[in-house]
């Protein structure tokens, strides 16, 4: 998820800071993602035994060793009527975004960074797996509200994700940090 960030200064600190020394989630932030994989499980549920929809893969890897670009994608669903397996992000949103997120443009388009990222996120598992078509199952953690929005595959997106990971790669690769870009996003990294 993190090839999504604009900052490509951040995604190097990630490629090159051992774990053990960077900064902790606050607890209450680890907390809510803790409960993000709870949900994950309780969509899968109801997704298999309240919508009959079958679910294919479980929390498979992809990588390509070329990029460095790697993606855990949620589960791969087969649905009635499509030809093909369907790879699914699942999100639980805080019912204030949950109300937001409409169309597959309320994610790509989001005053969020976090939000936005999920887009790469999922254009990323298309990439990787060759596939025409994603889903995004979004659920909202205070109704139980569950949303789909289709996600195609975005070629000149996909582009530019990999000239982003191919850059990123290289100053990896040279140990020289990108120029640092100034955002609200700054206070999050």
Not at 3 to 12: H, M, Q, V, Y
Not at 23 to 36: M, S
Not at 121 to 128: A, G, I, K, P, R
């Given at each position: 998820?993190?090839?999504?960030?604009?900052?490509?200064?951040?995604?190097?600190?990630?490629?090159?800071?051992?774990?053990e020394l960077r900064?902790?989630?606050?607890?209450?932030?680890?907390?809510?993602?803790?409960?993000?994989n709870d949900f994950e499980r309780i969509v899968l549920r109801e997704l298999e035994f309240e919508l009959g929809v079958e679910i294919v893969q479980r929390g498979r890897d992809h990588l390509d060793p070329e990029l460095q670009l790697s993606g855990h994608?949620?589960?791969?669903?087969?649905?009635?009527?499509y030809p093909d397996a369907i790879p699914i992000e699942i999100k639980g949103l805080n019912p204030h975004m949950a109300q937001r997120i409409?169309?597959?443009?309320?994610?790509?388009?989001?005053?969020?960074?976090?939000v936005r990222k999920y887009y790469a996120?999922?254009?990323?598992?298309?990439?990787?797996s060759g596939r025409a078509l994603?889903?995004?199952v979004l659920k909202n953690k205070s109704t139980g509200e569950v949303r789909?929005?289709?996600?195609?595959?975005?070629?000149?997106?996909?582009?530019?994700?990999?000239?982003?990971?191919?850059?990123?790669?290289?100053r990896v690769a040279a140990g020289a940090a990108?120029?640092?870009?100034i955002s609200s996003d700054c206070e999050r990294c």
């Open positions: 998820s993190s090839i999504g960030n604009n900052c490509e200064r951040a995604i190097f600190y990630e490629r090159t800071i051992p774990a900064i902790a989630h606050e607890p209450g932030l680890q907390a809510i993602f803790a409960l993000g994608v949620d589960a791969l669903i087969r649905v009635p009527g409409r169309t597959l443009a309320d994610i790509r388009e989001n005053h969020a960074a976090w996120q999922l254009q990323v598992y298309l990439m990787l994603g889903l995004f789909f929005i289709a996600c195609p595959a975005d070629a000149p997106y996909q582009e530019s994700l990999r000239e982003k990971a191919r850059r990123v790669k290289a990108p120029e640092r870009s």
